[in-house]
């Protein structure tokens, strides 16, 4: 890109993210099957059975292992919270948007 963003204001982003899945989550009381999110503000992580990945940088390529495990638990977590919206409104009888 022509203006390079900042480490900050990429992981205030996911920050953000995280505290609104996370929120949702808890609101339609869904507890995800293989990773919890840990919103802790621009230090957000993700946790498995194995451990807990950190989703803010800076990251090195010698150590993006983990950042790159915390992207894919958060699009997890994110597709199944919209395969449960679209059941549930499937369910109530409600017009797929997703569709």
Request: glycine share 10%; hydrophobic share 40%.
């Amino acid at each position: 890109p022509e203006c390079p963003v900042e480490w900050d204001e990429i992981n205030a982003g996911w920050g953000q993210a995280v505290l609104l899945l996370h929120t949702m989550a808890q609101t339609c009381k869904l507890n995800f099957s293989a990773y919890r999110l840990l919103p802790m503000g621009s230090h957000p992580r993700v946790a498995d059975k194995r451990g807990s990945y950190d989703l803010f940088g800076p990251v090195s390529k010698l150590w993006g292992g983990t950042y790159d495990k915390a992207m894919a638990g958060f699009l997890a977590c994110l597709k199944e919270f919209g395969d449960f919206a679209r059941a549930r409104d499937i369910a109530e009888g409600q017009p797929s948007l997703f569709e």
